[in-house]
């Protein structure tokens, strides 16, 4: 293992961040710490929390066996519990009602996935004494997710002040090129649903979400 400062790498197992952990095993000589974090926010009925922990149970011996060895942990965040105090904003309610599941088990408007990783990479981050978090949403030549960025940066600024923030570099490959890096038995390995299908593991995908279109638009672009 090198001396090097530390790079943490969030790591959820969907094919961005397993192209990006990749591409830091197989190109660089850095000191990784991959981090996974199990967000219970509800969402697929719970079931996407399980397909991501047994995803990442799979990927990460594979890519110690493969590439080299690295470093992994895992946290658990449940958001589930901050619920109540949605009811105590109505401002905020109305805001993003369009973003809660019709039993309202589902809080991802209040607190975004993008931001759990920022706030909880950053903390790990200065802890181990990182110079970079790899973190963030997928390139979007768009600027969707330009505010959610900058989000994360305002996270990471909080967490390290007074101090000079960890360098955040967001996940930055397209879909097509993540894709195209990863060999088909590792892409197989990988989960991108949202909302998982079936009653117990293993789920279908839904082929319905936001990121199971995008996959699907990859894939066909990439055949």
Request: net charge negative.
């Amino acid at each position: 293992m090198t001396d090097k400062k530390p790079s943490v790498v969030m790591f959820s197992g969907g094919i961005d961040s397993t192209a990006v952990l990749k591409r830091l095993l197989v190109e660089t000589d850095k000191n990784i710490y991959a981090h996974h974090i199990n967000i219970i926010n509800g969402e697929g009925d719970g079931k996407r929390l399980i397909a991501e922990a047994v995803t990442v149970d799979q990927i990460v011996p594979y890519m110690k066996k493969t590439y080299r060895d690295f470093n992994y942990s895992e946290s658990t965040i449940d958001i589930l519990q901050i619920n109540p105090l949605i009811y105590n904003f109505p401002r905020l309610m109305k805001k993003r009602v369009w973003d809660y599941d019709d039993d309202r088990k589902n809080i991802r408007g209040y607190m975004w996935d993008i931001h759990v990783c920022a706030y909880m990479g950053s903390i790990l981050a200065n802890y181990i004494d990182a110079i970079e978090l790899y973190s963030g949403d997928r390139y979007d030549p768009a600027g969707v997710v330009e505010n959610n960025l900058k989000g994360c940066d305002k996270i990471a600024e909080g967490v390290w002040y007074p101090h000079k923030p960890v360098t955040l570099t967001p996940l930055n490959e397209s879909k097509i090129k993540s894709i195209q890096y990863l060999e088909k038995e590792l892409l197989d390995m990988t989960w991108g649903c949202r909302k998982p299908q079936g009653e117990a593991w293993p789920y279908t995908i839904c082929n319905e979400c936001k990121t199971c279109k995008q996959i699907e638009t990859a894939l066909s672009e990439t055949s």
